[in-house]
């Protein structure tokens, strides 16, 4: 994310959370209350936020690991097109010997 995406979101944030105030106060609501539901509001976005990222980086779903299992499958991917039938085979049977020893052990 550049600076720029990241001012602009700032602002963006500020921006909202005044008109979330304004609104309140068109509504009907002091500014006493409606600067609290107004932090309410923001507070609550934010916590609901932060618990959407906890979530992907704890199941691995950020941009980086999901870039990156992209990537390892284009190479593996690259390297079984590159292969003759006769390799393929070769590496079938080695897989079924590696399968076999680790289910006898």
Do not use: C, H, P
Not at 67 to 85: C, F, G, H, S
Request: no cysteine; proline share 0%.
């Amino acid at each position: 994310m550049r600076r720029i995406d990241v001012i602009g979101i700032g602002l963006g944030v500020f921006v909202a959370g005044g008109a979330v105030y304004l609104a309140l106060t068109l509504a009907g609501l002091d500014g006493i209350s409606a600067g609290i539901w107004s932090q309410v509001i923001f507070t609550g976005g934010l916590v609901g936020w932060v618990l959407t990222y906890i979530t992907r980086v704890f199941s691995q779903k950020m941009t980086y690991n999901q870039q990156l299992k992209d990537y390892e499958d284009a190479v593996l991917q690259k390297r079984l097109d590159e292969m003759t039938n006769e390799e393929i085979a070769q590496l079938q049977v080695e897989l079924e010997a590696e399968k076999k020893s680790q289910s006898a052990s």
